[in-house]
């Protein structure tokens, strides 16, 4: 059988194929770590008694109790480095000790942060918040590898998609969370949305813990014997049974392929072979960068100042309105993703985040100053207009950008490098998150003089036209380099990148799924990679 571990959706009856959704789409609940933890940190550090804590008292009367610029840019920053580097992490450990022993062990690990930001000294919580930014990290890459290597094909980009889903639901959870503890007069206003994280942690790493293996991870290491029990479990039939030796001796012949052209550690995720691992790799490390650069979380990380300059005094109330749109119109792109196709739903999705963001620029600079340009009056109307083109802008990157970028992470690497190219891919996205969390205040507030003044460009709502000219770069990268990849086994994607052209690639796709060619069947020198294979299983 041909078909993503778990089948080909179509030759898997449907009680199987439930079961098979259920094993991979609970990996989705590692969203809600990344989503949840990369919300709170904005709404602790406003809280009263954190800043009693944690902060320093103006004399002058004039802040109160405030946090020093360079102090709020490394509590904020710091998960970020973390991030980035768990993510290189996740390539070793998930072909060290696995995918599934590495998700748990990542538990362990955002744990540990988890409980050293529960603490008063300012050291013990920044160094809390490194480790569960490492936490965080390996987690953002082990989900996709896991998931995308056990759902069956004709659902993968939905089951992958539910880990966006989940990021989003953790964002929404902590705004929730976070103002329902603000007011506590005590450090229990903060620490309660800290802990609450040992909850998501527990529940992933229990549920993983009854997870099976990645049978491609098994067939990587040579256990033929674990591997088909694993396959087996995901396709609920007997481990001996056709299927799953067909399925077996699929991965296994384009693992064998790989590995012979892959050979040489990072360097081999780099070389332009048949394979094409160095067009894979920097598509996804590139792809990764242009999600950050769609400007998204200028909404989610600065976006309450933005709207409340834009006429709305709760930003409560704003938080909850681009979460709830973001999350809501995730659902929709998860059904999107395996219907409509991925490279046609980036190319809309940039096109859609273009307009929205140019339309908000103009408006914001001709009739708008959301700004507080020249502390001239505000025009409502026009600033309604704001607010309704950032929530289109915010549901086009939630039906496109959002969830697809992470199902393509998952997919479009070989085996032999996948855990490799993966890391790099998530690697870039931490950095450019970092990169751009960190310059976007400098771009967008006005200058400050005194002796803690910052020299700013003041862009203000300008900012939206640089985040429209990103989308421009969006559309382009994605016409040049991203294939169609809607239904296609994980093996069937090499097929493709071997003999395809990236901008030919739908109608090379739809031809494989016509003809229902299969790595084993096409591969010339099958013969000779089925022999590797047989030398693999028998040193197993
Ligand atoms: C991005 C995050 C972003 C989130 C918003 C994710 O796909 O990688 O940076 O905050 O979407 O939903």
């Known amino acids: ?151 069956p094909k004709s659902i993968r980009g939905m089951i992958v998609g539910l880990y966006q889903l989940a990021i989003t639901i953790g964002a929404l959870l902590s705004a929730i969370v976070l103002n329902s503890t603000q007011h506590r007069p005590n450090h229990s206003s903060w620490r309660i949305p800290i802990a609450v994280q040992f909850v998501w942690a527990a529940v992933l790493a229990g549920g993983m813990f009854l997870l099976p293996e990645s049978p491609r991870y098994l067939l990587l290491k040579g256990r033929q014997a674990e591997a088909r029990a694993s396959l087996g479990r995901l396709m609920t039939m007997d481990p001996d049974s056709p299927e799953v030796e067909a399925e077996a001796l699929e991965i296994n012949t384009a693992l064998v392929v790989e590995q012979r052209v892959s050979q040489g550690g990072y360097m081999a995720c780099f070389r332009n072979n048949e394979d094409k691992n160095g067009l894979r790799t920097w598509t996804g490390i590139l792809m990764q960068g242009w999600q950050q650069l769609t400007g998204i979380n200028f909404i989610f990380y600065y976006g309450t100042t933005f709207f409340k300059q834009a006429g709305i005094s709760n930003p409560f109330i704003i938080t909850i309105i681009a979460d709830v749109v973001n999350t809501v119109m995730t659902i929709v792109g998860v059904q999107l993703i395996d219907r409509v196709g991925r490279r046609r739903l980036l190319l809309i999705g940039a096109a859609g985040m273009c307009v929205s963001e140019f339309i908000v620029a103009i408006v914001g600079v001709t009739a708008g100053h959301p700004g507080g340009i020249g502390g001239t009056a505000v025009n409502l109307p026009a600033q309604r207009v704001l607010i309704a083109f950032t929530c289109f802008y915010i549901a086009f990157f939630a039906t496109s950008w959002g969830p697809v970028i992470w199902v393509l992470t998952g997919e479009l690497f070989p085996l032999g490098v996948r855990a490799k190219s993966m890391s790099l891919a998530v690697a870039s996205n931490w950095l450019w998150n970092f990169g751009i969390g960190y310059a976007t205040p400098y771009l967008v507030d006005p200058p400050t003089t005194g002796p803690n003044g910052v020299n700013a460009a003041n862009l203000g709502v300008k900012v939206f036209f640089i985040w429209g000219g990103t989308c ?68 197993a």
């Open 1 to 151: 059988m041909a078909g993503g571990a778990g089948g080909t959706g179509g030759g898997v009856n449907s009680s199987s194929l439930l079961w098979s959704i259920v094993l991979s789409a609970f990996a989705a609940f590692g969203g809600i770590l990344f989503g949840y933890d990369t919300g709170t940190i904005g709404g602790i550090i406003a809280m009263q008694d954190w800043l009693e804590k944690f902060g320093k008292f103006d004399t002058t009367g004039q802040l109160g109790w405030y946090i020093p610029t360079n102090d709020k840019s490394l509590v904020v920053s710091i998960l970020s480095a973390g991030t980035f580097f768990g993510a290189l992490c996740a390539s070793p450990m998930a072909d060290f000790v696995g995918r599934k022993r590495g998700l748990i062990a990542s538990c362990a690990v955002f744990c540990l942060g988890v409980g050293l930001q529960l603490d008063t000294h300012w050291a013990v919580f920044i160094i809390g918040r490194v480790i569960a930014g490492l936490g965080v990290g390996l987690v953002s890459c082990l989900i996709p590898m896991y998931q995308s290597e056990t759902a």
């Open 472 to 539: 421009v770069g969006c559309f382009i990268f994605t016409y040049f380099f991203i294939p169609e990849t809607k239904g296609l086994s994980l093996e069937q994607i090499d097929l493709l990148y071997r003999e395809s052209t990236i901008i030919n690639s739908n109608q090379f796709r739809q031809r494989i799924l016509d003809e229902n060619q299969t790595f084993t069947k096409n591969f010339q020198d099958e013969k000779e990679a089925v022999e590797h294979g047989e030398d693999i299983k028998q040193s």
